[in-house]
């Protein structure tokens, strides 16, 4: 049996088709998951709900601001119509604005925390609730990053944001581990996606000394991240809630 058999599944930030979600909203439906994807790129995350429906998986796309409680309610209520269940959320989505405290203004402080934080929270209360009302439990995974973790010149808010999520996935966990729902945090360092095509071109050489300063001396892949998030979406990871899994290439080691 495939590993998400029978699994109602929503993954948010999914319509990039380089990024993270969609890699993840892919290997949850080969794994026989039912997919819902949502970014605020409508049109984006039709071009990969299609895609899994046109490789023979299950897959729903749906517009989505994850900043906007509303949004979170509309697509909540399309869950629960169609499917009246909901067995694994991945909190995916996300923005980075990479600057240093000098030029770091309010502005880009308070959108990277309603993008990267506030939306996991707004997620992250719905699932548990509709979870809660099935009675059956259930897998959040809430996306981080080893900025998170660690400090990162430049990521002032991203890493505020990020360390938020970490801390806040582990607190969710323990309130609601008696009710089998699972809770826990995902941290990628480098992963090639578009937004690495942005630092190579842009500073070429300070990116090939990033590159060498990873212990495995290369990027990972949205794969990566994607196969951690099955991991934990399903019922191999039965027992493990509230933690933080880094993938990251040996970077936090140092």
Wanted: hydrophobic share 45%; with cysteine; net charge negative.
């Amino acid at each position: 049996m495939a590993r998400l058999e029978g699994k109602i599944t929503l993954v948010t930030g999914a319509g990039n088709p380089r990024g993270l979600g969609a890699a993840t909203a892919q290997r949850f439906a080969e794994e026989g998951a039912f997919v819902y994807v949502t970014d605020l790129d409508e049109g984006g995350a039709k071009a990969v709900a299609d895609a899994i429906v046109a490789a023979g998986g299950q897959a729903e796309a749906m517009a989505q601001d994850v900043t906007d409680e509303a949004s979170w309610d509309a697509v909540f209520a399309a869950i629960e119509k169609g499917h009246g269940r909901l067995d694994v959320l991945v909190n995916n989505a996300g923005i980075a604005i990479l600057k240093p405290l000098s030029m770091l203004e309010a502005a880009d402080w308070k959108r990277q925390n309603e993008v990267n934080l506030d939306s996991v929270f707004y997620g992250t209360k719905r699932a548990v609730e509709l979870m809660r009302r099935v009675g059956e439990g259930g897998s959040i995974v809430n996306m981080s990053s080893i900025a998170g973790l660690v400090g990162v010149p430049g990521c002032g808010a991203y890493a505020a944001a990020k360390s938020g999520v970490h801390m806040f996935s582990k607190v969710v966990a323990v309130e609601c581990a008696a009710e089998n729902i699972r809770c826990n945090s995902v941290h990628p360092g480098m992963i090639e996606t578009a937004m690495q095509d942005v630092a190579r071109r842009d500073n070429p050489e300070e990116f090939k000394l990033i590159v060498a300063s990873i212990p495995m001396k290369k990027l990972g892949e949205p794969l990566d991240i994607a196969n951690m998030n099955l991991f934990l979406a399903s019922d191999e990871a039965k027992y493990i809630t509230g933690a933080e899994f880094i993938v990251d290439g040996g970077v936090t080691t140092m």
